[in-house]
């Protein structure tokens, strides 16, 4: 016999190999189809509601590994009990009925039980497609290879539905896909996923949600970056934690501010950082603004945005003097960050989780400069670490007892 390959493509769907196989001696023929593509990322289950004659002639791909079903009848054909095809809905339960008919003279003659509930069960096949009722034709294929025509396309079909889904391990395994049999490695999941979790507002107490990020910065270490919304009040808050320990020494950050465009340098100021700016005799203490991971300008702006807010240098009872004073602090603090006027910033973190970005890295930055110093009694007392016992611990608590 001669076998013919024709290579196509199918309108909003992809490329398929069609073969087709003829013998002139018996008239014998056969047709089938591969994909001529991969295997997909995802699995696709097709769900078509068949409610006319009309759709009886859509088109169908419908590949070796793919499960047809019609779950008004029960009636399932399984992966790879066929060849893939190329038809319509009407050809595949023609198929099935040929099928079934096949070894209907065989029962009859051995199980008349069993040949005549075959026989009934073809009778309901042949009824489905004169389509005297509505029924659900599903193909679930985990290669993602098969197809059923919409023909509105490129318009929504709305009877048909399409699934696309994850493989499950033995789907995986049946298409002989390589399983990774490795452990997924915890850290590596977080950083690729934003967890969610419930809380309430701070500023409402409304139920609301918290999204939790793990995010590498470079150049520096791991950091946890946290963020509230409120969709009853609106509110919205963000922090940052470090993701790492304390570190063994303090970090003091200085950096000369002599260019707008160091208002967009990345910053992280933990709890613990201090900030201040010498020309403008301004200092911010510890674990106020909590922490963050914003630029320079976000973090001057919250500076601004602060000192605007204190109840007690605004108002009916604040002194004129103050006021002025406060609104030329405003005003200069202002200028700093249009890039006006040259100043110097810095962050004093006794714990060492605190960030400026180098624009330079790897190289050295000329105005920036990175201080490590021994922390002192106090700065540890603030810190907790002077009560703090992580060796040794144990052999002592069985000596006590």
């Not at 029960?74 to 099935?96: C, N, S, Y």
């Not at 995986?172 to 990774?180: C, H, P, R």
């Not at 910053?267 to 963050?292: H, N, Q, R, W, Y």
Request: overall charge negative; proline content about 5%; glycine content about 6%.
């Amino acid at each position: 016999g001669v076998t013919r390959l024709l290579l196509t493509r199918i309108p909003f769907f992809k490329e398929i190999i069609v073969s087709s196989f003829a013998c002139d001696s018996c008239s014998w023929s056969n047709t089938e189809i591969q994909s001529a593509g991969r295997i997909q990322e995802q699995g696709v289950r097709y769900t078509l509601a068949v409610t006319s004659r009309q759709d009886m002639n859509r088109e169908v791909v419908k590949t070796d590994c793919a499960t047809a079903r019609i779950p008004e009848l029960d009636f399932e054909i399984p992966a790879f009990t066929q060849k893939g095809v190329l038809t319509t809905i009407e050809g595949l339960i023609d198929r099935a009925v040929a099928g079934l008919e096949q070894d209907q003279p065989v029962r009859r003659a051995t199980d008349e039980a069993v040949a005549s509930k075959i026989d009934e069960f073809i009778g309901k096949l042949k009824q489905l497609k004169e389509v005297h009722s509505s029924f659900t034709f599903i193909i679930d294929d985990p290669s993602g290879n098969s197809f059923v025509e919409n023909p509105h396309a490129p318009r929504k079909d709305d009877a048909l539905v399409v699934t696309h889904y994850r493989r499950t391990p033995q789907q995986a395994a049946m298409l002989g896909l390589e399983l990774d049999e490795k452990p997924a490695d915890s850290a590596e999941d977080l950083r690729n996923e934003v967890l969610q979790f419930n809380t309430n507002c701070p500023e409402c107490n409304a139920p609301a949600s918290t999204n939790m990020k793990l995010v590498q910065i470079p150049h520096f270490k791991e950091v946890i970056i946290m963020a509230t919304n409120c969709d009853s009040c609106g509110h919205r808050t963000n922090e940052v934690k470090s993701g790492g320990a304390i570190e063994p020494q303090g970090t003091r950050i200085m950096l000369r501010i002599t260019d707008p465009s160091d208002m967009t340098r990345d910053i992280l100021k933990s709890e613990t950082c201090s900030v201040e700016i010498p020309e403008l005799e301004f200092e911010l203490g510890m674990g106020a603004l909590g922490g963050k991971f914003t630029t320079l300008e976000g973090l001057l702006k919250d500076i601004r945005d602060l000192v605007e807010r204190n109840p007690f240098t605004l108002g009916d009872s604040s002194a004129p003097g103050r006021t002025e004073k406060l609104q030329e602090f405003i005003g200069k603090l202002q200028e700093i960050i249009e890039g006006k006027t040259r100043a110097h910033f810095i962050m004093d973190d006794p714990a060492g989780n605190s960030y400026l970005q180098n624009v330079y890295a790897p190289e050295e930055d000329p105005e920036l400069k990175v201080e490590r110093y021994e922390r002192t009694f106090e700065q540890n007392e603030d810190l907790g670490l002077n009560d703090m016992k992580t060796e040794g611990y144990e052999s002592e608590g069985a000596s006590g007892r």
